[in-house]
């Protein structure tokens, strides 16, 4: 069975979370680092950049982009035409957030959530379903 892909990312405020997610969750899914590398000062919307990029070969993977709030490296992937990105603080807009808007970006803000609540996002994030059948043609008018 293949295991789920995601590319994760994040700048020097995501720096921790990402790092202790990566070894955690390496367990269960293919993950990819595109960095950052350490805590020193980086601009966010270049680790939001490389990551659409990569999923814009790879649409069968999933990301997930750290930030401080989230909101920043969220905006900056957003500008991409194929990047549903969605901020979750917590499940349930993790599950709705897949379930009606088919996003394939999960951010996290490192300073709005524990490690114990990331880890539950990115779980419901990727196990629930794009509910297409009701929400297909509102998610085609984002692109």
């Known amino acids: 069975m293949n295991r789920k892909s995601f590319y994760i990312a994040s700048d020097h405020a995501g720096y921790d979370l990402k790092e202790s997610l990566i070894e955690i969750l390496q367990d269960k899914f293919q993950i990819i680092n595109l960095g950052c590398d350490s805590v020193k000062s980086v601009d966010y ?8 990029e990569k999923l814009k070969s790879d649409n069968e993977s999933f990301g997930i982009l750290i930030c401080g709030t989230g909101i920043g490296i969220s905006i900056a992937a957003n500008r991409h ?63």
């Open 45 to 52: 919307p270049d680790y939001a950049n490389k990551l659409a």
């Open 81 to 143: 035409k194929h990047i549903r990105a969605a901020i979750c603080h917590d499940i349930n807009a993790a599950k709705m957030s897949r379930k009606h808007n088919d996003a394939n970006v999960v951010v996290l803000g490192s300073r709005v959530i524990d490690l114990k609540d990331a880890l539950e996002i990115i779980n419901v994030f990727a196990t629930e379903n794009f509910a297409a059948e009701r929400h297909k043609l509102r998610v085609e008018k984002l692109s």
